[in-house]
């Protein structure tokens, strides 16, 4: 790689992607996140792995960065945020709960439900409070000595972070920061491999086509929400200006026929109107209501 040359790393999503296949990395990466778990050997990794609700096409689906299941039927989802959209707890919410559906088969019982652990890797702490690792489960509110065991665990790396002595996760820390790693070991093993990819004329082909089309994306998507923005605002203008219109008629009927009933004053605002006038029946009486008393 040239010196001026951009350096991809383990954040980006061709080279996560590219890591997480390999099962002794993913496995250690995972394994770091979760210091109180024994992670037994990795079975099957996914990557993007798409869920969604079958039976229901309006259900958002989800695309999950790596799925991993264990030879004991654990499973994980590690996901790369590298930006802060302020919605890591709605997020991790639908994730977990797509996870379920995903897992659990029609006539099982609940029990059947896989334990599973969901691992956000974030480049920023959404909590402002510091801590590299944040772990989370289901207490109750006043005794945390009673826990909902739901068989899930909702972990948060944030790269940001301090407090931890634990080799493996400031190795991770350092991985996802591009910190140079010094010791020996898989972590640096890794930050080995991501160095050739860098250095791989076809792999850096590659992570450029995926960076141009992930702008080119984002470049659509803000177009386009610019333009439902656009659209909005002019149909919320077309509103407030018919809202008023229906308040002028009723004023003008106060003042020259004040014995007109509503559905008279309704009646001749509905001649007097376009057919694309933006109010429905119901709102133009509910005005009509609300200003002739």
């Known amino acids: 790689m040239l010196e001026n040359q951009k350096y991809y790393g383990f954040t980006n999503d061709e080279i996560f992607g590219s890591i997480m296949q390999n099962k002794r990395f993913c496995k250690a990466i995972i394994q770091a996140a979760l210091p109180d778990v024994d992670v037994v050997s990795v079975e099957s990794i996914?990557?993007?792995?798409?869920?969604?609700?079958?039976?229901?096409?309006?259900?958002?689906?989800?695309?999950?960065?790596?799925?991993?299941?264990?030879?004991?039927?654990?499973?994980?989802?590690?996901?790369?945020?590298?930006?802060?959209?302020?919605?890591?707890?709605?997020?991790?919410?639908?994730?977990?709960?797509?996870?379920?559906?995903?897992?659990?088969?029609?006539?099982?019982?609940?029990?059947?439900?896989?334990?599973?652990?969901?691992?956000?890797?974030?480049?920023?702490?959404?909590?402002?409070?510091?801590?590299?690792?944040?772990?989370?489960?289901?207490?109750?509110?006043?005794?945390?000595?009673?826990?909902?065991?739901?068989?899930?665990?909702?972990?948060?790396?944030?790269?940001?972070?301090?407090?931890?002595?634990?080799?493996?996760?400031?190795?991770?820390?350092?991985?996802?920061?591009?910190?140079?790693?010094?010791?020996?070991?898989?972590?640096?093993?890794?930050?080995?491999?991501?160095?050739?990819?860098?250095?791989d004329p076809k792999r850096r082909n590659l992570m450029r086509t995926a960076e141009l089309r992930m702008k080119e994306e984002t470049a659509v998507a803000e177009k386009r929400g610019v333009e439902k923005g656009i659209e909005l605002g002019t149909k919320q203008e077309a509103r407030r200006k018919d809202q008023n219109t229906v308040r002028a008629f009723v004023t003008f009927f106060k003042r020259t026929q004040s014995k007109m009933s509503e559905a008279e004053v309704y009646s001749a605002i509905k001649d007097s109107v376009d057919s694309d006038f933006s109010l429905s029946d119901g709102e133009i009486r509910e005005i009509i209501h609300q200003n002739l008393k």
Not at 87 to 112: A, C, E, N, V
């Open 46 to 199: 996914d990557a993007q792995k798409e869920l969604g609700t079958k039976s229901d096409k309006r259900s958002k689906s989800v695309r999950l960065d790596i799925a991993v299941k264990d030879k004991v039927g654990n499973l994980y989802d590690v996901e790369v945020q590298v930006n802060n959209n302020h919605d890591i707890g709605p997020r991790m919410r639908y994730y977990q709960s797509s996870m379920d559906r995903d897992t659990l088969d029609r006539g099982k019982p609940y029990t059947s439900l896989a334990r599973t652990y969901l691992i956000f890797l974030c480049a920023f702490d959404p909590f402002g409070k510091g801590k590299l690792r944040y772990s989370f489960h289901l207490y109750d509110d006043e005794d945390k000595s009673i826990q909902l065991k739901n068989n899930a665990e909702n972990i948060i790396i944030n790269s940001k972070g301090t407090g931890s002595e634990d080799v493996d996760l400031l190795n991770l820390q350092k991985l996802m920061n591009d910190d140079k790693i010094e010791a020996t070991g898989v972590f640096k093993e890794i930050q080995t491999q991501i160095q050739e990819y860098n250095d």
